[in-house]
């Protein structure tokens, strides 16, 4: 059964679909009724057809193996924080991912991918690990972080990985050393292959003073605090940086600081964020942003690209 199909679109079918999917993994998923803005940091995002909670890896991995023997389209998310669900929400099955179980071993931390990154930073500093203090910096889960490799303050995730548990497209489970996952600016494999699924990740740290870490905790909450539009949602940077520049800094010299479009912004304390101002759509945040990639092309003939995600249904968005 594919819910792609016209058919299978009607919420009668999907109505079946969500009892049979409760019948094979325990959990029953919501139909059509969950805003996805509530499940984003940028706040914008209409309803999944299917919408379900993973309470733990077991539940994560049932539902993915469900959606692949049902050919249901399926979008496993982490935090939310690095993609920009469309207004008119997306087509098939929304895995939230909430697995957070974790523990350190000696010098490693043994975290499935449903963890929060802060957590994992402030849980290695009380145990006296240093390495993942940069994960304070990312609202994102473990999961999020290895797909993006995402990093701050000069580390990153290839620096501290040891090695991914994954759940391949080809339904085996594999751990996996950092070297098969192809890890390089906010690049990893996992981005070309969507298939495959982080379960969970090992991270190998190195001993240091617990006060001495929370003091680099502090700097980077404070850093952060300085730096970032922290109190208004927003999905990060937009932009990956081109080679030798930065992306917030073309954006400012097309001067388009604080520009704004419907419910969005171009942030004034970071241009390379997009703000919602007060109950902006996904529509004005893609618009606003493709507005500041024009800008920059015609500008400089740099062409940025994308470190946010679009996802969802866009065929009504207008493309301006
Ligand atoms: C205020 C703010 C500041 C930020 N600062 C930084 C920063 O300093 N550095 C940085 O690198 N990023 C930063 N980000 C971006 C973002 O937090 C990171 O990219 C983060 O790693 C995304 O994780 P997530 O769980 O939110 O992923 P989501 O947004 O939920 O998902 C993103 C993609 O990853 C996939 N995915 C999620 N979990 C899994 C999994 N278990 N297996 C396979 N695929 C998966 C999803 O399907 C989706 O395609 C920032 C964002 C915000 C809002």
Redesign the pocket.
């Known amino acids: 059964m594919n819910v792609s199909d016209p058919e299978a679109k009607g919420d009668a079918r999907l109505s079946d679909l969500a009892a049979e999917m409760e019948r094979a993994t325990g959990i029953l998923p919501s139909v059509a009724s969950v805003p996805l803005s509530i499940h984003?940091?940028?706040r914008v995002g209409g309803p999944a057809d299917l919408y379900a909670p993973a309470r733990d890896v077991s539940h994560l991995s049932s539902l993915v193996r469900f959606a692949r023997r049902h050919e249901i389209p399926y979008?496993?998310?982490?935090?939310?924080?690095?993609?920009v669900v469309s207004d008119a929400g997306i087509r098939g099955l929304v895995i939230l991912?909430r697995a957070e179980g974790a523990r350190v071993e000696g010098t490693r931390l043994i975290a499935e991918?449903?963890l929060p990154?802060a957590s994992a930073a402030t849980m290695t500093q009380e145990a006296g690990l240093t390495g993942l203090e940069f994960g304070l910096?990312?609202?994102?889960?473990v999961?999020?972080?290895?797909?993006?490799?995402?990093?701050?303050h000069g580390s990153?995730i290839a620096a501290v990985l040891e090695s991914a548990t994954v759940l391949r497209a080809d339904g085996t489970e594999a751990l996996e050393p950092v070297s098969a996952l192809g890890l390089g600016y906010?690049e990893s494999r996992?981005k070309h292959s969507?298939g495959?699924?982080?379960?969970g990740a090992n991270f190998n740290l190195y001993p240091d003073d617990p006060a001495a870490i929370g003091s680099r905790l502090a700097e980077i909450r404070a850093w952060r605090r300085e730096h970032?539009p922290?109190t208004r949602p927003?999905?990060?940077?937009i932009f990956r940086n081109p080679p030798g520049d930065s992306a917030g800094r073309l954006i400012d010299a097309c001067g388009l600081r604080g520009s704004r479009l419907g419910g969005a912004a171009i942030s004034e304390k970071h241009a390379n964020?997009i703000v919602n101002m007060s109950e902006a759509t996904a529509a004005d945040v893609r618009s606003l942003a493709e507005r500041a990639r024009q800008a920059v092309s015609d500008e400089f003939g740099i062409e940025l690209e994308y470190?946010v995600?679009f996802?969802g249904d866009w065929s009504g968005w207008s493309g301006r």
Do not use: C, K, Y
Request: net charge negative.
């Open positions: 984003t940091t940028m979008l496993v998310l982490g935090r939310g924080s690095d993609l991912n991918s449903g990154l910096a990312v609202p994102g889960s999961g999020g972080a290895v797909w993006a490799n995402a990093g701050a990153d906010r996992f969507p495959d699924l982080i379960l970032q922290l927003s999905a990060g940077s964020f470190e995600q996802v």
